[in-house]
């Protein structure tokens, strides 16, 4: 059957494989200031409002377009804003500790960059010390940046890796995220029980008893919840 441009289209929706490592942005993507950029949001998605038909004089509608446009520039997608990035500061490793470090069940919320959607789940993240070390909550501030942008699973994995590995001074790191996609559960099949799993593995967690041990630990139920 030959592809109608509406089948490409549909094709097109449906395809989650993201083109590169890099959040694709536009040259002047800057150049507009925050409180600019939430001012031309608001005025376009009340036209988006009004063309669905909504009554924007209604006292619970009246505020939305400004409401949703600060939400975006400020909160779900001010990973977009290289300002915002954590800066992470690194401590020496005194204890001479060589084994790996492990932070598990990092609760991250996105959006897919395909229907603007959430996306949200848990990243589990090791790497082995090269001398220096991070404080835990850098690693959260790091996973939080990265998925406070218009993304795709894979991306992110791949963004949250580099960016540690960058960070730490070091390939021996292992990344994975498991995640709910909204536009799976919402919309489209209505998917409600699947997940998706991205992971990257470099350096020692090549090394199949490495990985084994780091994928054991971050399935295995902790007590203390």
Do not use: W
């Not at 150049?31 to 009554?55: T, V, Y």
């Not at 799993?197 to 490495?210: C, E, I, L, R």
């Amino acid at each position: 059957m030959l592809n109608t441009p509406h089948n490409m289209e549909d094709e097109l929706e449906e395809d989650h494989v993201g083109s590169s490592d890099d959040t694709p942005l536009r040259p002047d993507a800057f150049e507009k200031d925050d409180e600019l950029k939430i001012e031309l949001i608001s005025k376009h998605f009340k036209e988006i409002m009004e063309i669905l038909g909504l009554d924007l004089t209604d006292d619970s509608l009246q505020g939305t377009p400004r409401r949703v446009a600060k939400m975006y520039v400020q909160e779900v997608f001010s990973g977009l804003n290289p300002n915002n990035k954590p800066k992470a500061k690194l401590f020496e490793n005194k204890f001479k500790y060589d084994q790996m470090l492990v932070e598990k069940d990092i609760t991250f919320y996105s959006h897919c960059e395909h229907h603007f959607v959430p996306i949200y789940g848990k990243a589990h993240v090791a790497y082995f010390s090269s001398g220096k070390v991070i404080g835990l909550s850098k690693i959260n501030r790091i996973v939080q940046y990265y998925a406070k942008r218009p993304q795709v699973q894979e991306r992110l994995t791949m963004q949250i890796a580099n960016e540690l590995k960058d960070v730490l001074h070091t390939e021996d790191v292992a990344v994975v995220l498991d995640a709910t996609h909204m536009c799976v559960s919402s919309r489209g099949v209505n998917d409600t029980n699947s997940m998706t799993g991205t992971a990257f593995f470099d350096g020692k967690f090549n090394d199949q008893n490495v990985k084994t041990e780091f994928l054991n630990y971050i399935n295995t139920k902790s007590d203390l919840r």
